[in-house]
Structures are given as C-alpha cells and as structure tokens.
C-alpha cells in the first residue's frame, strides 16, 4: 500500500499544466526519478513524478488521465492538501497538492528515466528542487494522521473542540514554532480523525521540534482546567 501526492503547477502566463506526485510506500520510502536526456545524461535532479493537461481540464480528472496516460497508474483522489508557491524570477509556481491512494503500480520506462526508493533521512543527501522538498517535509507531517484507507467525514463538535483546545495551546510555543507549520497541521484533522489520533499527532509535532512535551501537557492542563474541560 501507499499514498501519494498529486498536483497542478501553474507557471507564468502561459498556464502549463503540471502534476506531480510523491509516492509513500509503506509508510516508509518515497519514489523519486529524473528524466534523462541523450546518453542518458540526467538534465536535472531528482523530483516527484508527473504530467502534463491541458488549463482548461478539471483538476481531478486531468489529475488522473495524465497519470494513467504516462505512468500506466491509476489513483483515487482522497482529500485536497493547500496549495503551495514558488516564485522563480518571473515566474509564479502555484502546486495544488492532493493526497491520493495508488490503484495499481506505477511503470517507469528504463530509457527514459532514472527512479529511486528513498527514505526520508536519505532525502538530505538527493538534489530535490525546493517546492518538491516542501511537498515531501508535507508528505512525512501529514502521513502519521491519514493512514491509507481513512474515510473523509466531517469533524463532530466534540472532535473540534479537542482540535481547537490543541491548536489553541500550541500557539504558547509559537516562538519555536515556524507559523506555517501550525496552519499546516490544522489540515491534519480534516479527515475523520479519532480525538488519540488529535493528540497523537500534536505530540509528534512537539516532538518533531524538540519542544518540551511536560511543559506542553502543564499548559494544556491549565488551559482545560480554566475552560471546565
């Protein structure tokens, strides 16, 4: 089983249509590749598989046609992931990112590509452009949360009053905290996310930063208690 991410670069004027695509497998390696020019020599690092549609194509469905079309794969699309951005001189990069479950393996042809299976503490060491390496330290935030075959369903009140209750704590350690990666984690309990779950993955972001999780769990004491929680 995996996940993967799947999304649509817009650069420039010209609106080329770009989809890419990080592959999770077991929860534990990311497919990488790069394409390779005359005598097989590599025109650029390694980054996340994709293809091309056109602008006027919806997003979903030209998302899965060119997946189909130039890898051989097809993908059910699970739940939207924000958008992220890039501006390279003139040009703006706009990725909207998707997470979806594979419905059958990808094929790579050996005579036009160079592909790895990679960890992610062996990422450090492949030449990544920076929006594929954003879109992979998103990969390993939001992988712990979704697992692989998790329904969407909407929060219940009790959900978000335990998901407000967290984000409202982590913001006391917002000074160690780079902002976005508070809004990042809010997207992490848009699926149907048990309350461990919640708590769980607020843990792993504490740890993630080597903040102190005793002090964070007296701060969300005190933060309950003064609301009746």
Known sequence: ????????????KERIEHYSCAVVVQGKHLLLLRELGKDDFPLSGFHFPGGKARSEDRLEEALQSALAEKYGASVKIIAPICPLAKVDGKRKI???AFLCEP???FHFPRAHFEYVYSDFASL????????DRVLAQKVRLFY?????KRRLVPLSEKQK????LYLDSLFYFRSALPGKEISD??????????IQ?????????????????NEYLDVLEYRKKRLGK
């Open 1 to 12: 089983m995996g996940a993967l991410f799947c999304g649509e670069r817009k650069m420039g």
């Open 94 to 96: 706009v990725l909207h």
């Open 103 to 105: 419905l059958s393996p």
């Open 124 to 131: 450090q060491d492949l030449y990544l452009d920076p929006l």
């Open 144 to 148: 712990p949360v979704y697992g692989y």
């Open 161 to 164: 009053g335990e998901a407000k």
């Open 185 to 194: 984690f809010s997207l992490l309990i848009r699926a149907d996310s048990t």
């Open 197 to 213: 779950q919640i708590r769980d993955a607020y843990y792993w972001l504490l740890n993630l930063y080597g903040l102190d999780l």
